[in-house]
């Protein structure tokens, strides 16, 4: 069950609303979320480009995980209200379906300057009011041969939501646990680290959203074979979107830090669009560049679809080849919104 237009512009709390705050309230036996947070929460994109602006990145790429999100082009931050919520913005998961559950499959490679960049990614997502859980087996690799740089984890990502005073300015976090097995020149080594994100969203008579996502702050780190130590890196990216009649929603997004890896870094921008038809059928498309990057400077497109049948949603999105990278495609079945 999705909130509606006119329950939220009403005075009176929608269901979603009751159910999310009484169970926190279950929880945690109070609910006093005071004016200091809220004015945190407000600055944080602000903190978010003192913070990350400046990061460079060690080995940190932002994947279009979902078919959804990759149709769109990556154009997702401030949209995220379906079973990749977790990873685009887990505050998102309060504007989402009462219930939600979904699955996705990806791969996407590039060729920078003869160093192979490679992103996998396969998982299992379930949602309920103001919580979440997600099981996601990622890999990322750069290099090519002897000098191949990789790393896999098993990642087990918690979302909590928390509204706030302001209507419909949602504040969630993921705490991640992540089993890591890194690859240097063929020789492999294992440890586990863990890392928490923060997510804002916040919503304006349902037809405007801002997200802010910022990922990673802990840095987590991994052992190489060679006893060095793998950071990922922080990472920052907002977005806007806008809700039109006609089930149709236009996107943009825009990293606020670099990602890349030590030889090459960059900043993406992208643009997305979703068109519902009857409510059972959607068509999504979208572009994507990156600033600060010869190799990827060129615009790059993708398109998808999602088809409706019983209570599932079948989705499919392909990338479109660009400069240095290759086609590349997700796909993904979820509870129908």
């Known amino acids: ?22 169970s926190w309230k279950l929880v945690t ?32 790429r932002v994947m279009h995980l979902g078919a959804r999100a990759a149709s769109m082009g990556g154009a997702f931050t401030a949209v995220a209200d379906d079973s990749t919520a977790f990873y685009w913005n887990p505050a998102g998961i309060a504007l989402g379906a009462f219930l939600g559950a979904g699955v996705y499959h990806g791969r996407e490679e590039s060729d920078r300057g003869g160093s192979l960049f490679e992103d996998r990614a396969s998982g299992l997502s379930l949602e309920y009011t103001f919580m979440g859980v997600a099981f996601t087996q990622f890999r990322q690799s750069v290099g090519v041969g002897n000098d191949q740089r990789g790393l896999d984890t098993f990642d087990v990502a918690v979302s909590v939501l928390q509204s706030l005073p302001i209507d419909n300015l949602v504040v969630a976090g993921n705490v991640h646990y992540l089993s890591g097995t890194t690859t240097l020149g063929g020789v492999e080594s294992g440890s586990d680290s863990w890392d928490v994100d923060l997510g804002v969203m916040y919503e304006r ?34 977005g806007i979107s806008f809700r039109l009649p006609q089930l149709f ?51 790059a497109l993708s398109i998808g679809a999602g088809v409706q049948f019983w209570k599932l949603e ?12 290759a086609e590349a495609y997700w796909v993904g079945l979820s509870l129908a919104r």
């Open 1 to 22: 069950m999705s909130n509606s237009v006119a329950s939220r512009q009403s005075p009176a709390p929608s269901c979603r609303q009751l159910t999310a705050e009484s």
């Open 29 to 60: 036996g109070r609910w006093q979320p005071n004016a200091i947070v809220t004015r945190v929460c407000l600055r944080l994109p602000l903190i978010a480009v003192l913070l990350f602006a400046t990061n460079a990145a060690t080995q940190s």
């Open 205 to 238: 008579h349902g037809v405007f959203r801002v997200g802010l996502m910022l990922s990673r702050l802990r840095e987590a780190r991994f052992v190489l074979p060679d006893d060095e130590r793998l950071r990922v890196p922080r990472h920052a990216r907002a």
């Open 249 to 299: 929603i236009v996107a943009f997004d825009a990293d606020l830090s670099t990602q890349g890896s030590s030889s090459d870094t960059w900043r993406e921008i992208s643009l997305g669009a979703e068109k519902g038809f009857g409510s059972r059928v959607f068509v999504r498309g979208g572009v994507r560049a990156e600033a600060g990057s010869e190799f990827g400077s060129r615009p």
């Open 314 to 325: 079948l989705e499919v999105a392909y990338l479109g080849a660009s400069g240095s990278r």
